[in-house]
């Protein structure tokens, strides 16, 4: 598939617009989502600098996406007890219920997304995506090693 590459990025551009649609109805963006699925998912407590990293934004960008969490009072930042310039952000009780919210939404949009494909299609999707990520990430690691 000569333009297999841009059929993934059009898809994936499709997929962050409409999600981002149905979660301005929720009050978050996607951002925002991410910064919460990642403290969730991940565990909490990371230092800003490593959430930054994960999400592959700078970390202005991040300090700006925290601002905005805690004024929502989702997340809260605590100093580092080994490093007292950094930061470590925490997920408060009020995001609990936020991020219930959002696995549903998630739920819900991954079942829309995937709407007349029978579980083999999406198995083999799944496996296909899959192997595109390890060679992906195995040119990355070789040109890591070559520098």
């Not at 699925?37 to 991040?62: K, M, S, Y």
């Not at 805690?70 to 219920?97: F, G, M, Y």
């Not at 296909?128 to 195995?138: F, I, K, P």
């Amino acid at each position: 598939m000569e333009n297999f590459g841009y059929e993934v990025v059009e898809t994936a551009r499709l997929i962050r617009r409409e999600f981002n649609r149905r979660a301005a109805e929720l009050g978050t963006t996607r951002e925002q989502w991410r910064v919460l699925a990642i403290l969730n998912r991940h565990g909490d407590g990371p230092r800003q600098i490593d959430l930054a990293e994960t999400l592959e934004v700078e970390p202005i960008t991040l300090c700006r996406m925290i601002d905005r969490l805690e004024r929502l009072q989702l997340v809260e930042r605590r100093r580092d007890e080994n490093d007292r310039r950094a930061w470590r952000i925490h997920l408060t009780e009020k995001a609990q219920p936020v991020i219930e919210q959002l696995k549903i939404l998630a739920r819900d949009f991954s079942r829309d997304i995937l709407a007349g494909l029978d579980a083999d299609e999406v198995a083999v999707t799944a496996k296909t995506l899959d192997r595109v990520c390890g060679n992906l990430s195995a040119m990355e690691d070789a040109e890591r090693a070559r520098s």
